[in-house]
């Protein structure tokens, strides 16, 4: 019985999301980290097809304890990865989060991920929708 209203609560928020939110996300996977890590990045790209822009201002996972939204840059000389509390996808644009500019960091993975499996991300954005996104764990390109 819960289990069965969970499951529909679960099928009406997805169908919510989907006829709702305009942000696309393509390409998403995980760079696979060694048994010891308890850090790890996630790349993606994300497309807005709609007419106003999209941000996103929160990120979280099952997968992991912690998911945070970084910038790489370089300050003198340095590479530095910046906390970003928000990203900003333009109307009809996109961004790609990827090794050396924005990406995902994420602390403490629940368990130890490997390549070809899944982890799922929620990204919430401004105006309250949220997207799932399924990325996959790939070794180092
Ligand atoms: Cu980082």
């Known amino acids: 019985m819960t289990r069965f209203f969970l499951a529909m609560m679960l099928a009406a928020c997805s169908l919510f999301a989907t006829a709702d939110t305009s942000l696309q996300a393509e390409n998403a996977w995980v760079r696979e980290a060694p048994p010891t890590a308890r850090m790890m990045a996630a790349y993606m790209t994300l497309r807005n097809p709609g007419s106003s822009a999209a941000v996103v ?3 979280e996972s099952p997968a992991f304890d912690h998911v945070m939204l970084h910038k790489t840059e370089v300050v003198d000389g340095v590479a530095r990865m910046m906390h970003q509390d928000e990203l900003a996808i333009p109307a ?3 961004v790609e989060l990827k090794p050396g500019g924005f990406h995902l960091m994420m602390s403490a993975p629940e368990k130890r ?3 070809g499996q899944r982890v799922e991300f929620i990204l919430t954005l ?4 949220s997207i799932r996104v399924q990325a996959e764990i790939r070794k180092k390109p």
């Open 126 to 129: 401004a105006d309250g929708e």
């Open 57 to 59: 201002v929160g990120i």
């Open 113 to 115: 991920l490997t390549a």
């Open 92 to 94: 009809g644009g996109s």
